[in-house]
């Protein structure tokens, strides 16, 4: 009896119905979001770096108007993510019980192309719920020129040697004379064990395990420019779901290869074939 | 079936969400204030003030720092640096901008708590600021890019007020907590009302500023009541035109969304970002083609005496509409010192821009500007 309720659960679960429906149903939530988002950014800024328990416990429910779509988006998503991997289990061990018919083993193992690009976006998944509910994000830290900080919670300690910024000296863009093009930040970072000194700017951060620093602003902007005093604003993370989200990344490609290689190799059969 | 049930609950959830949001209150959007079981939190804008228990009150300022406010002689809860420890009531404060001791007045607390400022005397509208100058007790801290920081040592402030992120280094080496003012994206109307209820709690003065935001609320109520029926709608512009820079308030500024809010037309109401943003000089000029009102930065210490005098300074302010045949206000020196005056600028500014609905009203924080400049007689 109680097996027979775990199959029916397990059929509802990785039913095709299911999916089309949460489908539908994500997507009116993430109209709803579309709207919310661009009525109120100000409740939703906070997100990027207070992490979503924090936030779900102030902004999330003091405004739970603006931002229930958001908790119903990720029941939807846990829900998807419980669809996808009983749909995907149930046709591997379908799979795995018709091994015999496959004569070769090669198209065997290519057979599970689209399952390992399921299972990887799961991991994928996966990785962004760890960063949303135990990534750390260390904001406005200033650094001047010469001087350090240390990264809160922690031993690490970045130390600024030398502030770049190229301004724009041509004459064909009048409006841009004098006005940085180019910002670039000699950053040592030490711990106890280790040291590091790298290039940070902006799309070119530094990785120091098992820290990513981020440059998010700095200044002078401009040569006339009233803010005279040099600085950078650092965005310190430590994101323990970038692994995961990075290695969904790998195993999908991994699986869109053999999935490519499955095609191609069919397509030159039926080419030859004719 | 199930599955069917499954879909419908959550339609169902989907569709009270829409109804919901439809319910909204007009004044919602940028503040939230609620304690019905312990539960306190209030967002402004991009500063929060959230009571995490009786004598513990979490504040995130306008950088997304965290600081913490606590009672004097109460215990530090863990996990605070010393500078994110306010000790409240702050008894001495030192602040960068006019904007800062403006929310201070409203509060009551200039007289009691301002020991530093970073504008010499003669800049000085407020009469408890230059009183309190003349007096020694507020002292001149040099200006927000070159403080002194030995004055600032001496006048030994429990907390910094300021817009200017890169003082924060030394501040933090000093133990001397900071509060930015300032945010990536300018504030909206509400958030401008609401700014010194987060100040508030540093001080322990909620009321005032509770009676602040009411009075200011009120207000609003009564722009909207004279303007409803008003046929008319003004085209508005606010900004300037500098040496190779072209600055305006976005749409999103509190100025755009009060224009909007008097039935007049903002003509930077796409333009989303920070307050006084960079703009091309293409669609300033655009823009100045079709407005019938003009707000300059400028003051008439910087040369807004006349539009003649505006056409001068830059020859391509001359091709803007209101130059030609419409109106141009400049603000007075006390202007951006009178934040407590919120109401009273907020109703000035629907005066300017609906004239027929307050007959004979006299300006005070703004000047319209003659076409030329009187001729001086020797």
């Given at each position: 009896m109680s097996k027979q309720i775990f199959n029916n659960i397990w059929h509802f679960a990785g039913s095709i119905y299911l999916t089309a429906g949460l489908f539908i149903i994500s997507i009116l939530d993430l109209l709803t979001g579309y709207y919310q988002l661009k009525s109120n950014p100000h409740l939703f800024h906070p997100l990027n770096d207070m992490g979503f328990i924090k936030w779900a416990q102030t902004y999330g429910r003091g405004n739970l108007i603006e931002t229930s779509w958001l908790f119903i988006l990720i029941c939807l998503l846990a829900l998807i993510s419980i669809n996808t991997f009983v749909c995907t289990t149930e046709r591997v061990a379908v799979l795995f019980k018709n091994q015999a018919a496959f004569k070769q083993k090669q198209r065997f193992i290519l057979k599970f192309a689209p399952h390992i690009m399921h299972y990887a976006l799961l991991i994928m998944l996966f990785g962004y719920m760890v960063s949303y509910l135990s990534a750390k994000s260390y904001v406005c830290n200033i650094l001047l020129?010469?001087?350090n900080?240390?990264?809160?919670?922690?031993?690490?300690?970045?130390?600024?040697?030398?502030?770049?910024i190229d301004y724009y000296d041509e004459n064909r863009l009048q409006y841009m004379q004098n006005r940085a093009i180019h910002v670039s930040a000699r950053l040592t970072i030490k711990d106890k064990n280790k040291a590091k000194t790298s290039e940070l700017s902006f799309n070119q951060p530094i990785w120091f395990p098992p820290y990513s620093i981020h440059l998010k602003n700095f200044a002078p902007k401009s040569r006339n420019s009233m803010d005279r005093r040099s600085f950078i604003n650092l965005i310190i993370k430590r994101d323990p779901g970038v692994k995961y989200y990075f290695g969904g990344m790998v195993i999908f490609i991994v699986g869109l290869s053999m999935y490519i290689f499955q095609w191609i190799k069919k397509h030159n059969r039926h080419e030859d074939i004719k | 079936m199930k599955m069917k049930t499954a879909a419908q609950l959550i339609t169902a959830i989907l569709f009270f969400s829409f109804v919901l949001y439809g319910c909204k209150p007009e004044n919602a959007n940028s503040s939230n204030e609620k304690d019905p079981g312990g539960f306190s939190f209030m967002s402004i804008g991009s500063f929060s003030v959230e009571q995490i228990a009786e004598n513990w009150t979490e504040v995130r300022d306008g950088?997304?720092?965290?600081?913490?406010?606590?009672?004097?002689?109460?215990k530090v809860p863990d996990g605070y640096a010393p500078h994110q420890v306010v000790?409240?009531?702050?008894?001495?404060?030192?602040?960068?901008?006019?904007?800062?001791?403006?929310?201070?007045?409203?509060?009551?607390?200039?007289?009691?708590?301002?020991?530093?400022?970073?504008?010499?005397?003669?800049?000085?509208?407020?009469?408890?600021?230059?009183?309190?100058?003349k007096q020694g007790k507020i002292v001149y801290l040099g200006e927000t890019s070159a403080i002194d920081y030995e004055r600032l040592k001496a006048q030994e402030p429990e907390l910094v007020m300021t817009w200017d992120t890169s003082i924060i280094p030394m501040l933090n080496e000093m133990c001397v907590p900071c509060v930015i003012t300032s945010t990536p994206v300018a504030m909206c109307l509400t958030a401008r009302m609401r700014f010194v209820s987060f100040i508030a709690p540093f001080f322990n003065r909620e009321k005032e500023a509770e009676a602040y935001f009411s009075r200011v609320t009120k207000s609003l109520e009564k722009i909207r009541q004279k303007t409803r029926n008003t046929d008319y709608e003004p085209k508005v512009m606010w900004g300037d035109i500098y040496e190779k820079r072209v600055l305006v308030e976005p749409g999103n500024a509190w100025v755009g969304e009060l224009v909007g809010l008097a039935q007049s037309d903002y003509m930077f109401d796409d333009v989303y970002g920070k307050s006084c943003i960079e703009i091309s000089l293409e669609r300033f000029l655009y823009s100045g083609e079709d407005a019938d009102i003009y707000f300059t930065y400028r003051t008439v210490k910087t040369g807004a005496t006349s539009k003649a005098a505006l056409a001068k300074i830059n020859p391509l302010l001359a091709r803007v509409k209101p130059l030609k045949d419409g109106r141009v206000y400049s603000p007075l020196p006390h202007y951006s010192q009178s934040g407590d005056k919120l109401d009273e600028i907020l109703t000035e500014i629907s005066a300017i821009l609906h004239p027929e609905c307050y007959p004979?009203?006299?300006?005070?924080?703004?000047?319209?500007?003659?076409d030329k400049d009187p001729e001086r007689t020797m």
């Amino acid at each position: 009896m109680s097996k027979q309720i775990f199959n029916n659960i397990w059929h509802f679960a990785g039913s095709i119905y299911l999916t089309a429906g949460l489908f539908i149903i994500s997507i009116l939530d993430l109209l709803t979001g579309y709207y919310q988002l661009k009525s109120n950014p100000h409740l939703f800024h906070p997100l990027n770096d207070m992490g979503f328990i924090k936030w779900a416990q102030t902004y999330g429910r003091g405004n739970l108007i603006e931002t229930s779509w958001l908790f119903i988006l990720i029941c939807l998503l846990a829900l998807i993510s419980i669809n996808t991997f009983v749909c995907t289990t149930e046709r591997v061990a379908v799979l795995f019980k018709n091994q015999a018919a496959f004569k070769q083993k090669q198209r065997f193992i290519l057979k599970f192309a689209p399952h390992i690009m399921h299972y990887a976006l799961l991991i994928m998944l996966f990785g962004y719920m760890v960063s949303y509910l135990s990534a750390k994000s260390y904001v406005c830290n200033i650094l001047l020129p010469g001087k350090n900080i240390q990264i809160p919670d922690s031993s690490c300690v970045i130390n600024l040697d030398k502030l770049h910024i190229d301004y724009y000296d041509e004459n064909r863009l009048q409006y841009m004379q004098n006005r940085a093009i180019h910002v670039s930040a000699r950053l040592t970072i030490k711990d106890k064990n280790k040291a590091k000194t790298s290039e940070l700017s902006f799309n070119q951060p530094i990785w120091f395990p098992p820290y990513s620093i981020h440059l998010k602003n700095f200044a002078p902007k401009s040569r006339n420019s009233m803010d005279r005093r040099s600085f950078i604003n650092l965005i310190i993370k430590r994101d323990p779901g970038v692994k995961y989200y990075f290695g969904g990344m790998v195993i999908f490609i991994v699986g869109l290869s053999m999935y490519i290689f499955q095609w191609i190799k069919k397509h030159n059969r039926h080419e030859d074939i004719k | 079936m199930k599955m069917k049930t499954a879909a419908q609950l959550i339609t169902a959830i989907l569709f009270f969400s829409f109804v919901l949001y439809g319910c909204k209150p007009e004044n919602a959007n940028s503040s939230n204030e609620k304690d019905p079981g312990g539960f306190s939190f209030m967002s402004i804008g991009s500063f929060s003030v959230e009571q995490i228990a009786e004598n513990w009150t979490e504040v995130r300022d306008g950088a997304g720092r965290t600081l913490v406010l606590i009672p004097r002689g109460t215990k530090v809860p863990d996990g605070y640096a010393p500078h994110q420890v306010v000790r409240v009531p702050v008894k001495r404060v030192a602040a960068s901008g006019f904007f800062e001791i403006a929310n201070l007045k409203t509060l009551g607390v200039i007289e009691d708590v301002l020991v530093g400022v970073t504008n010499k005397i003669e800049d000085w509208t407020i009469p408890e600021v230059v009183s309190g100058m003349k007096q020694g007790k507020i002292v001149y801290l040099g200006e927000t890019s070159a403080i002194d920081y030995e004055r600032l040592k001496a006048q030994e402030p429990e907390l910094v007020m300021t817009w200017d992120t890169s003082i924060i280094p030394m501040l933090n080496e000093m133990c001397v907590p900071c509060v930015i003012t300032s945010t990536p994206v300018a504030m909206c109307l509400t958030a401008r009302m609401r700014f010194v209820s987060f100040i508030a709690p540093f001080f322990n003065r909620e009321k005032e500023a509770e009676a602040y935001f009411s009075r200011v609320t009120k207000s609003l109520e009564k722009i909207r009541q004279k303007t409803r029926n008003t046929d008319y709608e003004p085209k508005v512009m606010w900004g300037d035109i500098y040496e190779k820079r072209v600055l305006v308030e976005p749409g999103n500024a509190w100025v755009g969304e009060l224009v909007g809010l008097a039935q007049s037309d903002y003509m930077f109401d796409d333009v989303y970002g920070k307050s006084c943003i960079e703009i091309s000089l293409e669609r300033f000029l655009y823009s100045g083609e079709d407005a019938d009102i003009y707000f300059t930065y400028r003051t008439v210490k910087t040369g807004a005496t006349s539009k003649a005098a505006l056409a001068k300074i830059n020859p391509l302010l001359a091709r803007v509409k209101p130059l030609k045949d419409g109106r141009v206000y400049s603000p007075l020196p006390h202007y951006s010192q009178s934040g407590d005056k919120l109401d009273e600028i907020l109703t000035e500014i629907s005066a300017i821009l609906h004239p027929e609905c307050y007959p004979g009203y006299l300006l005070r924080y703004f000047n319209e500007l003659p076409d030329k400049d009187p001729e001086r007689t020797m």
